[in-house]
């Protein structure tokens, strides 16, 4: 019995030491340094209105209303549903696919006014990977810009701007696609109204 003690207490040893490095120690330095060097994005980047949390700039959310930028498509839960990130699996050749990228299809000609032989850029009509996408295409912005002026009673040049504006560039000027930040835009489109 002796001999196995003298066995287990180096190994207890071990698991109590490599829990306290990794499952206290790397997470409190991973944590201080965060908050330190980069305060905002470890924090959830999180925008603020009048003193209230309105969202993340990582994180998509649903807007119907016509004076609006809407999102792609979410396959997130019942959509948007943070807890329930992901894409819908189906594969590209999956008649349910097809039949949904067709109705949004019609449904996004339709709500900005376009023709029904239009091109409609493939994320107004297709989910993200994580279903919570905060980005849509340049052209999805600016295909919207005219419902959004309508609806908002602005010149479709002004819409057009905070769109420019509100562009992101590829990270380090190479990697991923420009992008415009949905809620970011909506945003600045509310403040041109107040």
Do not use: C, K, W
């Amino acid at each position: 019995m002796h001999a196995l003690f003298r066995q287990l207490r180096p190994a207890m040893l071990m698991v109590a030491v490599f829990t306290a490095m990794t499952g206290v120690a790397y997470p409190l330095l991973v944590t201080a340094v965060s908050q330190l060097a980069f305060s905002d994005h470890a924090n959830g980047s999180l925008i603020e209105r009048g003193g209230e949390v309105v969202g993340s700039r990582l994180i998509g959310q649903p807007f119907t209303s016509p004076e609006y930028l809407h999102p792609r498509p979410s396959a997130a839960g019942d959509g948007y549903d943070p807890s329930s990130s992901g894409a819908s699996n189906l594969a590209p050749t999956s008649p349910e696919l097809l039949a949904a990228v067709d109705d949004r299809a019609v449904a996004y000609r339709r709500e900005n006014g376009l023709a029904v032989d239009a091109e409609v850029p493939v994320d107004a009509v297709t989910a993200s990977g994580s279903g919570l996408d905060p980005h849509i295409s340049i052209a999805n912005a600016r295909l919207q810009a005219a419902r959004v002026a309508a609806a908002r009673g602005l010149d479709v040049d002004v819409v057009l701007g905070v769109i420019d504006d509100h562009t992101d560039q590829r990270a380090f000027g190479l990697l991923g696609e420009p992008g415009v930040n949905v809620l970011v835009t909506n945003l600045a489109l509310d403040d041109l109204s107040d």
